[in-house]
């Protein structure tokens, strides 16, 4: 069965750039909505972004002006990177596979998580 | 706004029927996927549609949905049920997409 694996480092320095990727296996990169989310500590789920296999994305506005998310069909991968990180943007960062209709969105297939600390 | 909300704690009784609610306004238009997520865990999606369970979850799990309400139903719940559980849906005032603030159900 498809499973999502993050990797990228642990912790970030404040005012650099965040950057994660999401390694898909067992299952083609392509025909899905490919999400990231994250989890500050002790707290809720937040949307971050999500991309097309075709390389079409959309952000969450609160985020939209530091957020990039890319894909690599070729490596089954996809990315995120987030600038100008501080202190509340640590979190557990997850990546999903979505699906969407014309009146639902949803995320059948999420990856382990990986903790981001930003601290000097 | 985009946005979602949902009662931050439900408790039921060992074998007893909870309904966990989310209301927004993106709920006229979308329907709500709803997500278990257990301590240190990724979240599991449960119920997603209009009523639809992902292969593997129990059918004590269902959804509805009524004006800007979405809710997921557990009829018998089990101790395993004890979780944090998300709302998600579709917006299109701004967010495109939304998490409610969640709801820790406790099984007693």
């Known amino acids: 069965q498809v499973q999502l694996q993050e990797s990228g480092p642990g912790l970030v320095k404040p005012s650099e750039t965040l950057s994660l990727t999401c390694t898909v296996s067992g299952g083609s990169i392509s025909s899905y909505y490919w999400s990231w989310i994250r989890q500050p500590p002790g707290k809720g789920l937040e949307w971050i972004g999500y991309?097309?296999?075709?390389?079409?994305?959309n952000y969450n506005p609160s985020l939209k002006s530091r957020v990039t998310i890319s894909v690599d069909t070729s490596k089954n991968q996809f990315s995120l990177k987030l600038s100008s990180v501080t202190a509340a943007d640590t979190a557990v960062y997850y990546c999903?596979?979505?699906?969407?209709?014309?009146?639902?969105?949803?995320?059948?297939?999420w990856g382990k998580g990986t903790t981001v600390t930003v601290s000097s | 706004s985009s946005e979602l909300t949902q009662d931050p704690a439900v408790s039921v009784a060992l074998g007893q029927t909870v309904r966990i609610t989310c209301q927004g306004d993106?709920?006229?238009?979308?329907?709500a996927s709803w997500y278990q997520q257990k301590p240190g865990q990724a979240p599991v999606l449960v119920i997603y549609?209009?009523?639809n369970r992902p292969s593997g979850i129990p059918d004590r799990f269902s959804g509805s949905s009524s004006g800007n309400t979405a809710s997921l139903t557990i009829t018998g719940a089990q101790a395993e049920d004890e979780a944090d559980y998300y709302c998600n849906s579709r917006d299109s005032s701004g967010n495109p997409l939304v998490f409610g603030g969640g709801t820790k159900l406790t099984v007693l």
């Open positions: 993106s709920l006229r238009s979308y329907y």
């Open positions: 999903a596979r979505g699906r969407v209709t014309v009146d639902y969105y949803y995320m059948d297939v």
């Open positions: 991309i097309y296999y075709s390389g079409s994305t």
């Open positions: 549609g209009k009523n």
